[in-house]
């Protein structure tokens, strides 16, 4: 009788054993599914980005996404159109790499954010409207909770790279009288790297660039190219605390009212510290030849405004003051400082 009493409990725990076995397995089954759900393409297309081109007024699609939640995000083919205007941005590929859980952490950790071939177009009306205000108004009117006290320490921040390459910017202004102002960045490559609390970050840019205004009664383009390189001393709560690099603006062609700028370069070298500014140079040249310079160092408090500069502007020949009175219709003739 004990034998087969035992022989039974045996058999119910092996019985619920094979019950907790299965409704396991089920549960990791379910949660594997729920996983590949969330982070398909198709969860993202069809409910995410529906909901946020709701709350923008704006159609959000995206021709391809793959989603790691833990570590990556990779759009193909971004697209965002206001519901009422211009189509606003495109990008052919965006790649966001990161550490869920050291943001989870409190760790703000990013290792790469790559923007591929973005193009942005922003519309101005005569009326003064854009195409941007469908997103700038779909806040308006809604109540907005306070914001929570600052803890009082800033947010552990590291991006490592944030990487725009061929990316392009039109501008469109629209104004009474049938005037129209354009203005256009192309070609525009940018690599921000190593923003880390109280480290030092470097930046470089270089695009091409082209302008061009037409009205009844005068006309102007030009087009030129433009590029920089800085290292950027950041504190301890991400703000600028030093700077040192240098940019120059070219113009390689113009016409109409802009004809006399043809051949104009402007170069600044900038080196500048919480306590002084080093140096702040800059020229103006044309084929070479230099126009007009100038220097300005001394002490500065950038935190206060304040500061005790010495300016020193040489070299501003007939050419460089004809070309600055020629807008204002003023002939400096011989004149030179």
Request: charge should be neutral; hydrophobic fraction near 45%; charged fraction near 20%.
């Amino acid at each position: 009788m004990n034998e087969t009493n035992t022989t039974g409990a045996t058999a119910r725990r092996r019985l619920r054993l094979r019950r907790f076995l299965f409704g396991l397995a089920g549960l990791v089954l379910l949660l594997a599914a729920c996983y590949l759900t969330v982070t398909s393409s198709f969860f993202l297309k069809s409910v995410i980005l529906p909901r946020v081109g709701e709350a923008l007024r704006a159609r959000v699609t995206v021709a391809d996404a793959a989603l790691s939640p833990f570590s990556r995000l990779v759009l193909h083919d971004l697209r965002i159109e206001p519901d009422a205007g211009e189509p606003l941005l495109a990008v052919g590929e965006m790649r966001v790499r990161y550490s869920l859980m050291d943001m989870l952490g409190g760790r703000i950790r990013v290792e790469e954010i790559a923007v591929v071939a973005p193009v942005v177009n922003l519309v101005v009306k005569a009326d003064g409207s854009t195409n941007l205000d469908p997103l700038l108004s779909s806040g308006a009117g809604q109540d907005s909770p306070p914001p929570a006290p600052s803890s009082g320490s800033p947010p552990e921040v590291d991006l490592r790279l944030l990487l725009i390459t061929n990316a392009t910017l039109r501008v469109s202004i629209e104004r009474p009288a049938g005037r129209r102002a354009r203005a256009e960045i192309s070609g525009c490559n940018l690599a921000l790297e190593n923003v880390r609390n109280g480290q030092e970050a470097r930046l470089a840019f270089a695009a091409a660039w082209k302008f061009d205004q037409t009205s009844t009664v005068t006309n102007l383009a030009a087009h030129g190219r433009c590029t920089a390189a800085f290292t950027l001393g950041l504190t301890a709560g991400l703000y600028p605390a030093a700077a040192r690099g240098q940019g120059r603006l070219e113009i390689q062609e113009a016409s109409g009212a802009a004809e006399a700028a043809r051949g104009l370069a402007a170069a600044l070298t900038l080196d500048v510290t919480p306590a002084e500014l080093k140096a702040l140079d800059g020229k103006v040249e044309r084929d070479g030849t230099v126009l007009a310079e100038w220097t300005a160092r001394g002490p500065f408090d950038a935190t206060r405004r304040e500061g005790d500069l010495v300016v020193s502007v040489q070299g501003i020949g007939r050419e460089a003051l004809n070309l600055a009175g020629a807008a204002a219709g003023v002939d400096f003739g011989s004149t030179i400082l």
